[in-house]
């Protein structure tokens, strides 16, 4: 199959192409960034360079292509974040109708089944519906929780406070995903088949925000270390104290109000997965610990 990935060498997409590429797919990685071509070359797979903004570019990306990966990439600087994901979300679906591509898979995240009190991922549930209006075309919207590798913008507040926290409780629940989970849930998608658009709930492991703390606590030789609840003030504060844009740290607050209520997890809890990814909070504490020491 031929499969165009978006996403350059993130997370995700750096490992799906890694399995894609060894399963014998003839690949093509869109990034905004010239300096990633060798990499991607390196990987065996085709570099597509420009700028999602660019309706012509994205679709000369997709054209030919048997599936494509789409993924909205996080932007720190956008003034709306909002409507920064609508309109990318838009100029995928544009891009997908000119270029003929039949078959979707697309990022997205537990809570998208909202359209308000979410932070960023009301963005995600506006590209859900977005993508939803493509007609003739089969989508797979993989809703992922939270990614452990978000843990390490904590390791900051690990080394100076000595505390992991958020404007959420010690009770309260995470659902968490490795992104290589994600890649593995991604490349069985776009290898087989599947009609229509449908949604599949990803998740690595649960957890209390408490036993997320003692974990990683003991992994990296502070077993004591506390989750400790913030307002929603001091955690916006915090931060911008910090040089997180304003725009974002509105976001992730009112993110954070979604986890402390539980509404984030009640669209999955009606559709939890049969199986469960691989990577456990344990073995993500190990990689944790290797980050923070280095």
């Known amino acids: 199959m031929k499969i165009t990935i978006t996403g350059s060498l993130g997370n995700i997409s750096k490992p799906l192409a890694q399995i894609l590429k060894a399963a014998g797919h003839e690949l093509t990685i869109v990034s905004s960034n010239p300096d990633k071509t060798a990499e991607i070359e390196a990987l065996g797979a085709k570099a597509a360079i420009g700028s999602l903004a660019d309706v012509a570019f994205i679709t000369l990306a997709f054209t030919g292509a048997d599936a494509v990966y789409a993924m909205v990439p996080p932007n720190f600087g956008a003034a709306d974040l909002r409507a920064y994901m609508g309109q990318t979300g838009k100029n995928y679906a544009e891009a997908i109708r000119q270029s003929g591509v039949k078959r979707v898979v697309a990022l997205s995240s537990i809570g998208a089944h909202l359209d308000s009190g979410t932070g960023p991922i009301k963005g995600i549930h506006d590209v859900e519906g977005i993508l939803s209006q493509v007609d003739g075309v089969d989508v797979k919207f993989i809703r992922a929780p939270f990614f452990y590798v978000n843990l390490f913008n904590d390791i900051p507040m690990i080394k100076t406070a000595g505390i992991l926290g958020a404007n959420y409780p010690a009770t309260a629940r995470l659902v968490m995903v490795h ?61 911008t104290q910090h040089d997180v844009p304003e725009e974002m740290a509105k976001n992730f607050v009112e993110m954070g109000t979604a986890i402390r209520s539980g509404a984030i997890w009640e669209d999955y809890d009606k559709h939890q997965p049969a199986t469960t990814g691989k990577i456990k909070l344990a073995d993500f504490a190990k990689e944790f610990a290797a980050v923070y020491n280095a």
């Open 179 to 239: 992104p290589t989970d994600i890649a593995a849930a991604v490349a069985e998608e776009l290898q087989k088949g599947f009609t229509g658009k449908s949604v599949r709930y990803l998740v690595s492991d649960e957890t209390t925000t408490s036993h997320l703390a003692k974990t990683l606590g003991a992994a990296i030789g502070k077993p004591q270390l506390p989750w400790v609840e913030f307002t929603d003030e001091q955690a916006y504060g915090g931060m």
